[in-house]
């Protein structure tokens, strides 16, 4: 079957680095995509990685491994917007999106 | 900005009557939609996929009589929850790609649905 896997609940500070990580066996790979979600609001497009490697984009990051069915998304210089959920999704062999249930990010001050 | 947009964003109803939800992409064309649902505290659930000019393409355990979907032009889709009950209180939320299969989907900004 296909399944994605990635944290419940990730806790962090104000200011500091968070890595939030994603497993995925899936039939078929063509991408995967990262997705903020703010409770009571609809996704939001933050990155897709298709080719191994890291892709940065302002305080924001998202590495894949193929191989390893890998990817994490890095948030720097935590604001306390960035609490949300965090969805990961691949897309597979028929470019059908397989969601994970959703990191929910919690930042302190 | 917004590529795509959908209404209305919350409508509560009484059981038994019917609501219909828009969908529409912004300045692109969409031959497909998806309809999403997600229950509080849990993730996406792809409900349909919309098709425009055929019939919508439903995902098992949904029902399509009771969830009419229809993609009549390029820029709309409409989900109609028929005879709504209290457990289809949901947020529904549609997407579509702007470019090909490869692109990321662009979510509407959802609409929350509660049945009385």
């Known amino acids: 079957g296909q399944n994605i896997d990635q944290p419940t609940e990730m806790t962090a500070t104000e200011g500091a680095i968070v890595q939030i990580n994603c497993t995925y066996q899936?039939?078929?790979?063509?991408?995967l995509f990262w997705y903020q979600q703010h409770a009571g609001e609809a996704p939001t497009f933050l990155s897709y990685n298709v080719l191994d490697g890291l892709e940065e984009k302002g305080r924001f990051s998202s590495f894949l491994s193929r191989s390893k069915g890998y990817s994490y998304l890095l948030l720097k210089e935590l604001q306390m917007k960035d609490s949300a959920s965090y969805l990961c999704?691949?897309?597979?062999?028929?470019?059908?999106?397989?969601w994970g249930a959703g990191t929910k990010l919690i930042i302190k001050p | 900005g917004a590529v795509v947009s959908q209404h209305p964003s919350w409508v509560i109803c009484k059981s038994g009557t019917s609501v219909k939800i828009e969908c529409r992409s912004l300045?692109?064309?969409?031959?497909?939609m998806f309809w999403y649902r997600q229950f509080p505290k849990q993730s996406l659930m792809l409900m349909a996929t919309s098709n425009e000019g055929s019939k919508a393409t439903y995902e098992q355990g949904v029902e399509k009589d009771k969830f009419l979907i229809n993609h009549a032009s390029l820029t709309l889709s409409t989900l109609t929850v028929t005879s709504a009950h209290p457990e289809d209180s949901s947020f529904y939320i549609c997407?579509?790609?702007?470019?090909?299969?490869?692109?990321?989907?662009?979510f509407g900004n959802g609409t929350r649905l509660t049945v009385t």
């Open positions: 999704a691949v897309s597979d062999s028929n470019y059908q999106l397989i």
């Open positions: 300045d692109f064309q969409a031959t497909t």
């Open positions: 997407s579509a790609r702007k470019q090909g299969d490869a692109s990321p989907l662009h």
């Open positions: 899936t039939s078929g790979f063509n991408g």
